[in-house]
């Protein structure tokens, strides 16, 4: 996205937030590189990352103005935030950092709308360039919104596949538990009574089982009931 801002406001002729844009590229490959070498902590490449765009915001509004609509940023921002703290269970300084960013962020679009309303910005852009502007924001907002929202419904998807195992089978031998059996007899009783179909239920023990487990451990006697 920073290289077309590049380009974009070196077509317009707005030198200052193309040079911004070249140092934000440049910012980039650096907390890239850094934390892909475990250099940075990843709460401090949120940190910057979230300061780098409120600057891009704020100098943007300044020059090209409001209605070019770069602070819809903001709300990528607060959304991100809302899912990466929902996703740091028991991970308390994660969702501390997602908490200062979001106020940062809030705080920070109230003070560029404020400053909006008084200071006139630097360049009159025509209407055509300034609503290109807009909806390239706008578009890039939304995509950051939808691709994050179908990484939760995904990641939900897999957490209630998670416990719906949990709650239906016995960890170690994966094979249905008592909840779920009561369930299945149910369904066979109805069928029973509304159809008259025969059905039959084998059981099966294993004799002196304490046994085995005092005698091999009961690894092995895990062992045994998984195979």
Same mark, same amino acid.
């Given at each position: 996205?920073?290289? +077309?801002?590049?380009?974009?406001?070196?077509?317009?002729?707005?030198?200052?937030?193309?040079?911004?844009?070249?140092?934000?590229?440049?910012?980039?490959?650096?907390?890239?590189?850094?934390?892909?070498?475990?250099?940075?902590?990843?709460?401090?490449?949120?940190?910057? @990352?979230?300061?780098?765009?409120? +600057?891009?915001?704020?100098?943007?509004?300044?020059?090209?103005?409001?209605?070019?609509?770069?602070?819809?940023?903001?709300?990528?921002?607060?959304?991100?935030?809302?899912?990466?703290?929902?996703? @740091?269970?028991?991970?308390?300084?994660?969702?501390?950092?997602?908490?200062?960013?979001?106020?940062?962020?809030?705080?920070?679009?109230?003070?560029?709308?404020?400053?909006?309303?008084?200071?006139?910005?630097?360049?009159?852009?025509?209407?055509?360039?300034?609503?290109?502007?807009?909806?390239?924001? @706008?578009?890039?907002?939304?995509?950051?919104?939808?691709?994050? !929202?179908?990484?939760?419904?995904?990641?939900?998807?897999?957490?209630?596949?998670?416990?719906?195992?949990?709650?239906?089978?016995? @960890?170690?031998?994966?094979?249905?538990?008592?909840?779920? !059996?009561?369930?299945?007899?149910?369904?066979?009783?109805?069928?029973?009574?509304?159809?008259?179909?025969?059905?039959?239920?084998?059981?099966?023990?294993?004799?002196?089982?304490?046994?085995?487990?005092?005698?091999?451990?009961?690894?092995?006697?895990?062992?045994? +009931?998984?195979?």
């Amino acid at each position: 996205i920073h290289f +077309l801002l590049t380009c974009i406001f070196s077509f317009t002729n707005v030198w200052q937030m193309a040079s911004l844009n070249i140092l934000s590229i440049a910012l980039y490959l650096i907390l890239f590189f850094l934390l892909k070498n475990s250099k940075l902590k990843s709460k401090n490449y949120y940190m910057l @990352a979230t300061l780098e765009i409120i +600057l891009q915001i704020s100098f943007a509004t300044y020059f090209v103005g409001w209605e070019t609509g770069f602070y819809l940023y903001c709300f990528g921002i607060i959304f991100v935030m809302y899912y990466i703290s929902s996703l @740091a269970i028991h991970q308390d300084k994660v969702k501390l950092t997602c908490k200062i960013i979001t106020y940062i962020t809030i705080i920070s679009l109230f003070i560029i709308r404020i400053t909006a309303c008084y200071v006139e910005p630097v360049y009159k852009l025509k209407s055509g360039i300034t609503a290109f502007f807009f909806t390239m924001n @706008a578009l890039e907002t939304l995509f950051i919104i939808t691709h994050f !929202m179908r990484i939760f419904s995904r990641r939900f998807e897999s957490w209630e596949t998670h416990l719906s195992n949990l709650a239906q089978k016995d @960890a170690l031998t994966n094979i249905f538990n008592r909840y779920k !059996m009561r369930d299945f007899f149910s369904v066979l009783k109805e069928g029973f009574d509304e159809h008259k179909f025969k059905f039959a239920v084998i059981i099966v023990d294993i004799d002196d089982f304490k046994h085995f487990n005092d005698t091999y451990g009961h690894e092995a006697g895990d062992f045994i +009931l998984v195979e």
